[in-house]
């Protein structure tokens, strides 16, 4: 949530960030500034009468010794005139307080002001070329899907008579290496200082509201019925990144680094006929989440170190890759500035996001009241960031189809081979 009394001193400032992302924006600023000022001047005029109203029964005693009965009578009955008016006036407040709240809710971050500017993914400029030489085959390369059901390990027809369509099942040797890719990955980040947390993946709305999923994003979210109100999550980030929220941080605790497995459960509203083959867009999905939370001066170097972590699992794996910067238009709601990790996908002869490293500066942490206490004794807002270490789906997919042999056997990359036992999966005869 962008902080109103920021808006409020320098407005062109937040319209001239926001139409980076695009242009309709800015007039939420407005909507939002106009709001507040009715809300400021309702504010204005009960402060006014309460102050009128004690004033005048302060002077009720005397104004019945100097003038007698009837004048005090008289004082008494303004007194309540202006109570009444108060009373009037005070129940605008809540509603207005809520209608502002309501459209802040509703804005997303600025962007930083060195990100590229552009409109879509076309405009992402290359942060970090591709390093791990990309695979030669001397064959047609498949695409996963395609390998895994010809190995027996991924199973999309069972998945879709139990759940429908964008679900996976994975069977035998699949459903180990999905484990042994959650369990290295873990292992490495741990190894990196990030403590593990296993979360419910259930979480209340205010939590959804504080990362900012809510109120913009209902629809790609998988609501329970009943109340209060749930929702499955769609990433790890959700209730990592709410897990300090009841306390105030002391700041000798910083930077406070996370990181988790969790199922996460997205509807894909809007992408309907996008990737429905395989495992890059399902409805469920495996990830491993890193969060951090960070002073404001130490953000920007905290998102390079997550973005060299996530990257470190590829090139343990040897997977090739390379990280985009992401332009202002591109951006997700809550980022002020992101790194996508890309794999390469042979069967499509192009890179493919596996990651996504933001840094959400104050703008969850004001939403859900995240904090730490300095040195001082000072409160102050936490900086939040977070980024997938890694989607575990799609490094499966990245796996079969950079290492698919001409046989249709799979090697397994070396890092991964204490978790999986084998260096091979190959196709049962």
């Not at 873990?186 to 939590?207: M, R, S």
């Not at 495992?279 to 469920?284: A, D, F, G």
Request: charged share 30%; aromatic share 8%; net charge neutral.
């Amino acid at each position: 949530m962008l902080d109103i009394k920021q808006i409020v001193e320098n407005p062109e400032k937040f319209k001239q960030r926001l139409s980076l992302r695009k242009p309709d924006l800015a007039a939420q600023i407005d909507a939002v500034l106009a709001k507040y000022t009715t809300y400021k001047a309702v504010l204005a005029r009960v402060e006014e009468l309460r102050a009128k109203r004690n004033e005048m029964s302060k002077s009720i005693g005397k104004i019945k010794k100097e003038q007698g009965d009837a004048a005090a009578q008289a004082a008494m009955a303004e007194v309540g005139k202006i109570k009444a008016e108060m009373a009037k006036q005070e129940e605008m407040l809540e509603p207005l307080k809520k209608e502002v709240n309501d459209l802040l809710l509703s804005i997303p971050n600025i962007p930083n002001e060195k990100i590229p500017v552009g409109v879509s993914d076309a405009d992402n400029p290359e942060y970090i070329p591709c390093s791990i030489p990309l695979p030669h085959f001397n064959f047609q390369p498949l695409d996963h899907q395609a390998v895994g059901e010809k190995l027996g390990i991924l199973d999309f027809e069972a998945a879709a008579a139990l759940s429908g369509s964008r679900f996976a099942l994975f069977k035998g040797e699949g459903a180990r290496l999905e484990r042994a890719i959650i369990s290295f990955m873990l292992d490495k980040h741990a190894q990196k200082g990030y403590t593990e947390i296993l979360p419910p993946v259930i979480v209340n709305e205010e939590i959804l509201v504080g990362t900012g999923q809510l109120p913009k994003f209902r629809e790609d979210m998988y609501e329970l019925t009943g109340e209060p109100k749930q929702f499955l999550i769609s990433t790890a980030e959700i209730p990592l990144t709410n897990l300090n929220r009841i306390r105030v941080v002391p700041e000798e605790e910083l930077p406070i680094k996370l990181t988790a497995y969790s199922p996460c459960f997205r509807k894909e509203s809007g992408t309907y006929g996008k990737d429905t083959r395989g495992l890059i867009r399902n409805h469920q999905f495996d990830k491993v989440e890193l969060v951090m939370l960070s002073k404001p001066e130490n953000s920007y170097e905290m998102l390079e170190i997550m973005l060299a972590d996530a990257q470190d699992i590829l090139k343990a794996l040897e997977i090739p890759y390379h990280v985009v910067e992401l332009c202002s238009g591109d951006i997700g709601f809550s980022s002020a500035k992101t790194y996508d990790i890309e794999v390469w996908m042979p069967s499509e002869n192009k890179f493919r996001e596996i990651s996504s490293c933001s840094n959400c500066l104050d703008f969850q942490a004001r939403r859900m009241g995240l904090r730490y206490k300095n040195a001082q004794g000072k409160q102050a807002y936490l900086h939040t960031l977070n980024g997938s270490g890694l989607a575990v789906g799609r490094t499966f997919a990245a796996i079969l189809e950079n290492f698919q042999q001409g046989d249709g056997s799979v090697i397994i990359p070396k890092a991964l081979r204490p978790y999986f036992g084998k260096d091979k999966i190959e196709v049962k005869k």
